[in-house]
């Protein structure tokens, strides 16, 4: 059965303080990883799809990277319109998307 | 690009009485479409999807339904609601099995 998770559960940074999320996942046959930034009351909104180990997506103060195990969303600077949940989910060889629990990223100003 | 829009957005309903959610799609053709529950502070859980009009595929078991009458065109219908049913309701669509593109949401309170 395919799982996904996410570390840390929620994460507390001051502004331009750089830190990273983590997604470690279990699937027979990764066909992509995807990370999506949710804010409260709305749906998630796409940020990356990675598809192999080494790849890595880059977009303003965000990078994704991509292992075997396990993906990393790298925050470099933060300000505080980065606070918001970070989504990470995967697709194996069915049709289907499964979702970790998310981080909940709060950036003080 | 596409669009899934969706109604409500918020929607308190009494124990017991009927729900119908409708999700549309604009800007593409024969999606594949998805809902999800959303629990507060909780990652999503798939409740059904569809890969075309009148197929669905059921996830969970639960006293919801859903259906695909056109091929932009995907609802999520209950005969009576529980408590257990209330949550963020969510719509989603793919192409291809590239990344989903999401629905703005339904809040759903039962009381």
């Known amino acids: 059965e395919d799982q996904v998770t996410q570390s840390p559960e929620a994460l507390r940074l001051q502004e331009g303080e750089s830190s990273s999320l983590n997604c470690s996942y279990t699937?027979?046959?990764?066909?992509?990883l995807f990370w999506y930034r949710q804010d409260p009351g709305k749906g998630p909104e796409f940020l990356f799809t990675?598809?192999?180990a080494g790849e890595e997506k880059e977009k303003e103060r965000l990078k994704a990277t991509l292992t075997k195990k396990e993906s990393f969303l790298h925050i470099t600077a933060p300000k505080p319109e980065d606070s918001a949940t970070y989504l990470c989910?995967?697709?194996?060889?069915?049709?289907?998307?499964?979702f970790g629990p998310g981080t909940r990223l709060s950036v003080l100003p | 690009s596409q669009t899934i829009h969706q109604w409500p957005a918020t929607l308190v309903q009494p124990v017991g009485s009927p729900l119908s959610l409708e999700c549309t799609v604009e800007?593409?053709?024969?999606?594949?479409l998805y809902w999800y529950r959303q629990a507060a502070g909780r990652g999503l859980q798939l409740l059904f999807y569809s890969v075309g009009i009148g197929q669905i595929s059921s996830e969970v078991p639960q006293n919801l339904s859903a259906s695909r009458p056109q091929d932009r065109q995907f609802i999520l219908s209950s005969k009576k609601l529980l408590l257990s049913d209330s949550g963020f309701y969510l719509c989603?669509?793919?192409?291809?099995?590239?990344?989903?593109?999401f629905g703005p949401g339904t809040r759903l309170t039962v009381l």
């Open positions: 990675l598809y192999s």
């Open positions: 800007g593409t053709s024969n999606p594949n």
């Open positions: 989603a669509g793919t192409i291809a099995y590239n990344e989903q593109f």
């Open positions: 989910a995967v697709l194996s060889g069915g049709q289907n998307f499964v």
């Open positions: 699937v027979s046959g990764l066909r992509g």
